[in-house]
């Protein structure tokens, strides 16, 4: 079960533009916990404060935001990131002793969105705020809009885990009641059968029922999990990535925000080419990179030597890169022919497959139908036909 919080977001809103203090608001939030990833709950209390009410301030003045960090026992998290997003701007800053970080963005005339998160990590919950107001002009108020719920970005995120690797994972989407899961394939190349991998996700552990593996030993890999879980990522295959553009990286190490600071070609073993962005972001060891709005750019993983970041048009084609085949031989015909499968039946998987209640199974990296027919890739679904 997902265990909620309470989050209280106290916000006196200081005047920038010179405008007065006129709003003060209590406000109570729930909060989405991830059990799969950590045990204490995290709380927020954010607060913005004039110091002197009535004062005048010059239109870009800085302004402070003061953010305590504590734990369920009302005791102060240390030396944690607290992350700030305000449109297309991120500070990051770590919580002091007491638990306090202070911020000072820059305002400006307009509407303006403060989305503080805490990521959590091995050992603490997540928690997450977002207040919304306007900047109207001089002489004028800022009014508050509204308090949002926990971020998209963190909903789409799961921890992939094997007996070998553990790393992130982005939910892409649905397929025929499954959760449909994107993450780097050094975390599931070396299992011997897919119960050997399961999905943490903001529900609890879930196991994997099937896995696909890139060809042109790319390495990406899809995990399914049976249900729907969390809510998928946005993927714009039309935009390509631009040096300087905003970022931000989502993996174990938490949110992290930054640049882009490049982007490049490279190739697999087998000579295919592809594209791969460069960041100033802490990326971790696997996860997504999504654009300052939001949309999955790119998948964190490994080219077998180091982490690299691979370009998410990757995916774009059916016909080339996306044809996910569940083997290592590099097959790219999206298609694979019915192979009876050898495997014990004591298996709960095994078993519904032998029965047909399932479409495919897989075995030692090969993907066999669970029914006469052929195993057709089309528009990034896979069915045995």
């Keep these: 079960m997902v265990s909620n919080n309470v989050l209280i977001a106290i916000a006196i809103i200081l005047v920038v533009s010179l405008g007065y203090l006129i709003y003060v608001s209590n406000t109570t939030q729930t909060i989405i916990q991830n059990p799969g990833q950590n045990n204490t709950i995290t709380q927020l209390s954010t607060r913005l404060e004039l110091p002197e009410q009535n004062q005048t301030y010059i239109l870009e003045e800085s302004l402070t935001l003061k953010i305590k960090l504590i734990d369920s026992n009302n005791n102060p998290v240390p030396d944690a990131f607290v992350i700030l997003f305000d449109s ?23 509407n303006h969105t403060f989305e503080i998160n805490y990521v959590g990590n091995q050992s603490y919950k997540p928690s997450n705020s977002t207040i919304s107001f306007e900047v109207i002009s001089s ?44 993450t780097s394939k050094f975390i599931v190349d070396k299992v011997q059968n897919v119960s050997q991998v ?29 249900g729907i879980y969390g809510s998928p990522a946005t993927i714009d295959y039309s935009t390509a990535p631009v040096v ?9 190490n938490g949110l992290s925000p930054g640049i882009i600071t490049g982007t490049n070609h490279t190739t697999t073993s087998t000579n295919y080419e592809y594209g791969i962005i460069t960041t100033d972001a802490d990326t971790g060891n696997g996860g997504g990179v999504f654009s300052d709005n ?11 030597n180091d982490s690299i970041i691979i370009d998410i048009t990757v995916l774009e084609n059916s016909s ?4 996910f085949n569940g083997t290592n031989t590099g097959n790219t015909s999206g298609e694979i022919t019915f192979t009876p499968p050898q495997c014990d039946l004591s298996d709960p998987e095994c078993y519904a497959c032998s029965l047909g209640e399932i479409e495919y199974i897989i075995l030692n990296d090969i993907v066999s139908c669970c029914r006469p027919g052929i195993y057709h890739f089309v528009d990034g679904v896979w069915t045995c036909q």
Excluded at 88 to 110: C, H, R, S, W
């Design 198 to 226: 399961t999905v943490s996700t903001n529900d609890g552990e879930v196991p994997a029922v099937a896995i696909l593996f890139a060809p042109n030993n790319l390495s990406l890999a899809f995990v399914y999990i049976g």
């Design 320 to 323: 080339n890169s996306t044809q």
């Design 294 to 304: 939001e949309t999955l750019i790119g998948l964190v993983t490994s080219d077998g």
């Design 88 to 110: 297309n701007k991120a500070y990051q800053e770590k919580t002091n002793q007491d638990g306090f970080v202070l911020f000072t963005p820059i305002m400006e005339v307009g």
């Design 244 to 252: 300087g553009d905003v970022i931000v990286s989502l993996s174990l």
């Design 139 to 182: 002489q004028t108020e800022l009014q508050l809009i509204n308090y949002s719920s926990v971020s998209k970005l963190e909903r789409s995120m799961v921890i992939v885990r094997s007996p070998y690797a553990v790393g992130s994972g982005v939910i892409v989407g649905y397929e025929n009641g499954k959760t449909k899961i994107l």
